[in-house]
């Protein structure tokens, strides 16, 4: 069964409540975010499960609220790795509902503690990023991204807080371009809206080729596709 948003957003009207800091990941909080993702949208998708963002200092806070509102906690997960991720189980709607904690770690680990405020998605330029850092994106994620493309970009974007990141890390830049190049390729077959999903992909990609980089990715870079330059998750990210 499908995640609900209304859910995922009663949720986070809770956490909000007792003033935990959190925010949606994956595909729930692009529709929140963009309406071409809306059920009526171009990018329309459904999701699966629900993923929130929260600070350490505010987990245990978050793992306990979870739990009063009738999820399952995963204790022998949690115990092993609560200090960055915890698993939840939601069994009326047989769905997960992951929490990230600090970090967003997949293929490359994205620093989330800045980007989750009281807001009911983490910051969006981070939120393309969870989508940017995946090296065998799918078509949900290319979907997400192209969402966030056409509806945010580049004046709902903040993207200096990402340009930093790609600039002195050549492993990220390396994902995040060449998924950037998967979502041209893919919403430019797809009519008026992927092509303009497609130049934004485009001129993003653009932009991060031009920027200065550190010496970490120079020397990174000279070392190039010969050394892996991204982990390998143990299992598909949800959302």
């Given at each position: 069964?499908?995640?609900?948003?209304?859910?995922?957003?009663?949720?986070?009207?809770?956490?909000?409540?007792?003033?935990?800091?959190?925010?949606?990941?994956?595909?729930?909080?692009?529709?929140?975010?963009?309406?071409?993702?809306?059920?009526?949208?171009?990018?329309?998708?459904?999701?699966?499960?629900i993923d929130l963002a929260t600070r350490g200092?505010?987990?245990?806070?978050?793992a306990k609220c979870l739990e009063g509102l009738?999820?399952?906690?995963?204790?022998?997960?949690?115990?092993?790795?609560?200090?960055?991720?915890?698993?939840?189980?939601?069994?009326?709607?047989?769905?997960?509902?992951?929490?990230?904690?600090?970090?967003?770690?997949?293929?490359?680990?994205?620093?989330?503690?800045?980007?989750?405020?009281?807001?009911?998605?983490?910051?969006?330029?981070?939120?393309?990023?969870?989508?940017?850092?995946?090296?065998?994106?799918?078509?949900?994620?290319?979907?997400?991204?192209?969402?966030?493309?056409?509806?945010?970009?580049?004046?709902?974007?903040?993207?200096?807080?990402?340009?930093?990141?790609?600039?002195?890390?050549?492993?990220?830049?390396?994902?995040?371009?060449?998924?950037?190049?998967?979502?041209?390729?893919?919403?430019?077959?797809?009519?008026?809206?992927?092509?303009?999903?497609?130049?934004?992909?485009?001129?993003?990609?653009?932009?991060?080729?031009?920027?200065?980089?550190?010496?970490?990715?120079?020397?990174?870079?000279?070392?190039?596709?010969?050394?892996?330059?991204?982990?390998?998750?143990?299992?598909?990210?949800?959302?």
């Amino acid at each position: 069964m499908a995640a609900d948003r209304s859910l995922g957003l009663t949720i986070l009207d809770t956490l909000h409540g007792i003033g935990a800091p959190a925010g949606l990941l994956g595909g729930m909080a692009v529709s929140v975010l963009c309406p071409s993702a809306a059920p009526e949208g171009p990018f329309a998708r459904e999701y699966k499960d629900i993923d929130l963002a929260t600070r350490g200092t505010h987990s245990a806070q978050v793992a306990k609220c979870l739990e009063g509102l009738g999820f399952t906690p995963d204790a022998h997960f949690n115990a092993l790795h609560g200090q960055e991720r915890l698993y939840f189980w939601h069994e009326p709607g047989q769905f997960q509902l992951d929490v990230f904690v600090d970090q967003f770690r997949l293929c490359h680990t994205l620093p989330l503690e800045r980007a989750i405020s009281l807001e009911a998605t983490i910051d969006p330029a981070m939120l393309l990023m969870t989508k940017l850092q995946i090296v065998q994106a799918n078509e949900k994620d290319l979907v997400d991204a192209a969402a966030i493309l056409h509806d945010l970009y580049p004046a709902g974007l903040r993207l200096e807080t990402v340009d930093r990141l790609v600039a002195d890390d050549w492993g990220l830049w390396r994902t995040a371009t060449g998924t950037l190049a998967k979502v041209e390729a893919w919403a430019g077959e797809r009519g008026e809206p992927g092509r303009r999903a497609a130049a934004a992909a485009r001129d993003l990609a653009a932009r991060w080729q031009a920027l200065p980089k550190s010496m970490r990715w120079k020397l990174r870079a000279r070392v190039g596709e010969r050394v892996r330059w991204y982990e390998e998750p143990e299992e598909e990210a949800h959302g």
